[in-house]
């Protein structure tokens, strides 16, 4: 089953709002957590690195105001497209590492939430 | 910028083994070498690691070579589901190691 769920899945939003995707980690606590963008037939594009109870880093390029991270809890970092915009429609997926299996940790993905601004 | 080459696509018939290429030839010695693959609209699964020795799950098989500038993923009978792009990722594993992910490789099985 998925350690790593995001919600939601599609998310359809007029430009000019505000839309949060909220990422979990299932039966294991992750102080860090990432954040990916993947436009059509593109590889995925590290945008941040959300680290419980301080701020996010951010990948060089991407807007730290526009794309807002918070991760309050062990469990979960939810990541804000503000004031969205056509050009911002993507999938967005989120990861974790497992640590639980030993001293190198799988990093488990989302299963992606599908932004279309229109 | 990743740190590895691969294919742009291949193709394997139902059945045969895969066997996916990737050059990380400026892997640092604490790096270890990983495996994932997309199918169209998931997120990425990850399906196997290592560091220096060859290794074996459910899924596939790693074989990485002696100097570890380049390794192997092999999928052992391959499978229609098995059509994705694989990742190959060279990362070290402390909690806040970041994936970079290359363009990887488009595998395509046909039956």
């Known amino acids: 089953g998925a350690v790593v769920s995001q919600h939601p899945s599609r998310v359809i939003c007029k430009s000019g709002t505000s839309v949060k995707i909220e990422c979990r980690s299932l039966?294991?606590?992750?102080?860090?957590m990432f954040w990916y963008r993947q436009f059509p037939k593109q590889s995925l594009m590290l945008m941040a690195t959300?680290?419980?109870?301080?701020?996010?880093?951010?990948e060089q390029g991407v807007e730290k105001d526009k794309f807002l991270i918070n991760h309050a809890s062990l469990t979960l970092s939810t990541l804000t497209v503000t004031s969205a915009h056509p050009e911002d429609s993507s999938f967005y997926i989120c990861?974790?590492?497992?640590?639980?299996?030993?001293?190198?940790?799988?990093?488990?993905f989302g299963e992606g939430s599908r932004l279309t601004v229109l | 910028d990743a740190k590895t080459t691969q294919p742009t696509s291949m193709d394997c018939a139902e059945g045969r083994a895969a066997n996916l290429p990737c050059n990380h030839s400026?892997?640092?010695?604490?790096?270890?070498v990983y495996w994932y693959r997309q199918i169209h609209s998931q997120g990425p699964q990850y399906i196997i690691h290592?560091?220096?020795n060859n290794e074996t799950n459910e899924m596939a098989s790693l074989i990485i070579t002696e100097d570890r500038k380049s390794s192997t993923l092999i999928l052992p009978h391959a499978t229609l589901r098995d059509t994705a792009v694989y990742y190959c990722?060279?990362?070290?594993?402390?909690?806040?190691?970041?994936?970079?992910f290359g363009q990887g490789t488009r595998l395509t099985i046909n039956p």
């Open positions: 990861s974790a590492r497992d640590w639980r299996g030993g001293n190198t940790g799988e990093l488990f």
């Open positions: 039966d294991f606590q992750a102080t860090t």
């Open positions: 959300s680290n419980e109870g301080s701020k996010a880093t951010y």
């Open positions: 400026t892997i640092s010695g604490n790096e270890y």
């Open positions: 290592g560091l220096k």
């Open positions: 990722i060279v990362t070290g594993v402390q909690g806040a190691q970041k994936l970079v």
